[in-house]
């Protein structure tokens, strides 16, 4: 399994950046976790859009979503200079159920996901964990049946991401806020809460992730090795990990 930040900035992109975009490829396949402003354009980098064989949303904060439409509308021109009808599935929740169907278009197709049971795509399982949002959010358990990575998606802190993320081989955290600021009201973690995570949950790598505008980022980093002394990186664009597999 290889995963490559696509974008990684909470709320909206920074300057030729993009918000939230994860891309996880396995024996040919190629699944894009999240879908925020500004990804499409800097998914072209790493794959072309008729590559991705599926997508796979957390929740329908734009952040997350706001590039779903381009998308849908890439698709619909790929197939036609293509002459081709290739359906895209796109993930997600329906308990929005308005913003779920707005994920069906002439050439993607809205799938619901029960986030009680574990969902099979391509040579990936994926088990969800609700997150403390204030919208309907999921965070992902995703391996490939070598290596697992573990995903928050957006949520403030709680004790149960720790069995969650037990010996993740990589652990992608929302980071928004630093040490001692509360992130409970917005739903998001500081540097040391993912830190204590990736500590107590004994996993090799963590990312901090879905990244503040504000601030140094490198003391985000700083702070979280007070609390874990694994591998900690700070999210970017093109950051990539591998499994043995790869």
């Known amino acids: 399994m290889k ?29 894009l976790v999240d879908c925020g402003s500004g990804v499409l354009s800097r998914l072209q980098q790493f ?8 997508v796979l949303l957390s929740h329908y904060h734009h952040d997350h979503v706001a ?5 849908q509308y890439a698709c619909l021109v790929t197939n036609t200079l293509n002459e081709t009808k290739n359906i895209l599935p796109i993930y997600g ?16 197709e809205g799938v619901a996901y029960d986030p009680s049971r574990t969902l099979q795509i391509g040579p990936f399982t994926i088990d969800f964990q609700k997150t403390s949002h204030p919208v309907p959010c999921y965070g992902m358990k995703i391996t490939d049946g070598t290596s697992t990575v573990v995903y928050t998606a ?27 600021m509360d992130g409970k009201g917005p739903g998001h973690m500081t540097s040391t809460e993912a830190a204590h995570i990736a500590a107590k949950g004994e996993v090799s790598t963590l990312w901090l992730s ?6 140094q980022l490198t003391k985000l980093k700083q702070e979280a090795e007070d609390v874990f002394s694994g591998t ?8 990539s990990w591998k499994g043995p597999k790869e």
């Not at 957006?154 to 806020?177: E, G, K, R, V």
């Open 93 to 108: 929740h329906d308990e929005e159920p308005e913003k779920f169907r707005s994920l069906t278009h002439q050439y993607t």
């Open 232 to 239: 900690i990186q700070i999210a970017q664009e093109g950051l």
């Open 154 to 180: 957006d949520t403030s802190y709680t004790d149960d991401w720790i069995a969650f993320s037990h010996q993740a081989d990589l652990l992608i955290t929302d980071t928004n806020f630093y040490k001692g």
């Open 47 to 54: 794959v072309k859009v008729e590559e991705v064989d599926a």
């Open 3 to 31: 995963v490559t930040i696509i974008g990684c900035w909470g709320a909206y992109p920074a300057p030729g950046n993009a918000t939230s975009g994860y891309l996880f490829e396995c024996d040919g396949f190629t699944l």
């Open 67 to 71: 590039d779903i439409g381009p998308l």
């Open 210 to 215: 879905h990244l503040p505008h504000f601030g």
